[in-house]
């Protein structure tokens, strides 16, 4: 078999470009922003290096898994399931913590976050029971129950450790179910019953959780080293709920509308927010230029969660718009292929794995503007990343290989 550009990349070009476009961004800001961790390193290239290498393989495994013909992905979807619930109670048991969240496990020395695999599984799974269950009317009358079966227990051991991915897969799963008919009246009776599990759950953490500030009290801080000589063994409530205190802490921060002045504002205590305000306002529109950010160094996780405040501080307002524009240009692609599916799994799976993406995209950098509370969520394809950017490359790389089989049957002549 002769081996060419064109046999490689196949599929959507313009989701090719789109793909291209946002790593040569990566790259270059991945450089700018990791200038911290080269910090008295011996190779100032390491993290970009690394986070290259990271890419070519994350670009290898896509174009094999844009080879793989859309109806074996139905296949996988039973052993993924198994392995997400896996992992995921092993990552609650016993996952390694980074920045307060036990969110990751490792597996023959690779460290990986299992909620990454979940994420996919629970689009490919509500996928495939929305296509399974269409009737010329709409969908039949469990496919609600079916989808709540399935989702919700991947969705209650994640939500623990990483609350905003909880959220942001929930939101997908809705709109899936919105777009593949489900009855109207049950799904207004979701939001009802979310309303309310989130209006408890927000009154809990208020109550309950200790604030962050609070908690690096020097004599609370002495208490509790105090009482961890005494008792090694965290109870099951505190293990679980142990992450209260920060999502209070962020919820306060985000709603607390009181105008604080420069030389009132505490950095060392609102490290993310500050540098990340400062660095968009000293963008003075236009940018700094590629590598000329003066807040990497400053601003924590600035190649990571806050990545797009140094894209602004770098590239400008026009630098930070088309950024949000290559998102929404991969939405919209997405949706034009699931258009062209002759069959309804591949266009829920598309548009699925599309809005996990952007949505992501977008409440990321909306907490780099200060327009949502901070989470953690990083920027899909562009911050610095191991298993987030893998998996990332696979959604793009299940999204092409629908565009190849739409393709092709969209150019098949109708008979009459």
């Not at 690394?50 to 296949?75: E, P, R, S, W």
């Not at 969110?103 to 460290?111: D, E, H, T």
């Not at 495939?128 to 129950?145: D, V, Y």
Request: charged fraction near 15%.
């Amino acid at each position: 078999m002769k081996i060419s550009i064109g046999n490689i990349f196949k599929g959507d070009k313009v989701i090719w470009m789109i793909f291209f476009f946002l790593c040569i961004i990566s790259i270059l800001e991945v450089f700018s922003s990791s200038s911290s961790l080269t910090y008295d390193k011996t190779s100032y290239w390491g993290p970009v290096f690394k986070h290259t290498a990271i890419l070519i393989v994350g670009i290898f495994i896509m174009v094999m898994v844009q080879n793989i013909d859309c109806k074996y992905f139905k296949i996988a979807t039973p052993f993924l399931l198994i392995i997400s619930f896996v992992t995921l109670l092993w990552v609650l048991a016993a996952g390694q913590s980074t920045n307060g969240a036990q969110r990751w496990v490792s597996l023959f020395g690779i460290q990986f976050q299992p909620s990454e695999i979940a994420k996919g599984t629970i689009v490919l799974s509500v996928a495939q029971i929305l296509s399974a269950m269409q009737t010329e009317e709409g969908t039949q009358e469990n496919t609600f129950k079916y989808i709540l079966w399935t989702a919700c227990p991947l969705l209650l051991l994640i939500v623990f450790e990483n609350l905003s991915t909880a959220m942001l897969i929930g939101m997908v799963v809705v709109c899936m179910m919105f777009f593949g008919q489900v009855s109207l009246q049950k799904l207004g009776k979701l939001m009802g019953g979310i309303a309310l599990v989130a209006v408890f759950a927000l009154s809990f953490v208020l109550i309950f959780g200790q604030e962050e500030e609070k908690a690096n009290d020097k004599q609370n801080l002495t208490e509790r080293v105090k009482k961890a000589d005494e008792d090694t063994s965290p109870s099951f409530f505190e293990k679980v709920f142990h992450r209260a205190g920060t999502w209070k802490g962020r919820i306060l921060k985000f709603v607390n509308s009181e105008e604080v002045s420069p030389d009132k504002f505490d950095l060392d205590e609102d490290s993310q927010i500050g540098h990340a305000n400062i660095a968009i306002a000293s963008s003075e529109i236009v940018g700094k230029g590629p590598g000329n950010s003066e807040e990497r160094d400053m601003l924590p996780q600035a190649f990571s969660d806050f990545i797009y405040a140094i894209i602004i501080e770098e590239l400008g307002l026009a630098g930070g718009i088309a950024v949000m524009l290559l998102y929404i240009f991969l939405l919209f692609r997405a949706g034009r292929i699931a258009d062209r599916c002759a069959n309804a799994f591949p266009a829920f799976l598309v548009m699925g794995l599309a809005l996990l993406l952007v949505s992501q995209a977008m409440f990321n950098m909306l907490v780099a503007v200060g327009l949502a509370p901070v989470t953690g969520q990083p920027l899909p394809l562009i911050s610095k990343g191991g298993t987030s950017t893998i998996i990332n490359c696979i959604y793009i790389g299940a999204i092409l290989s629908v565009s190849i089989s739409a393709k092709k049957k969209s150019a098949q002549p109708t008979l009459t």
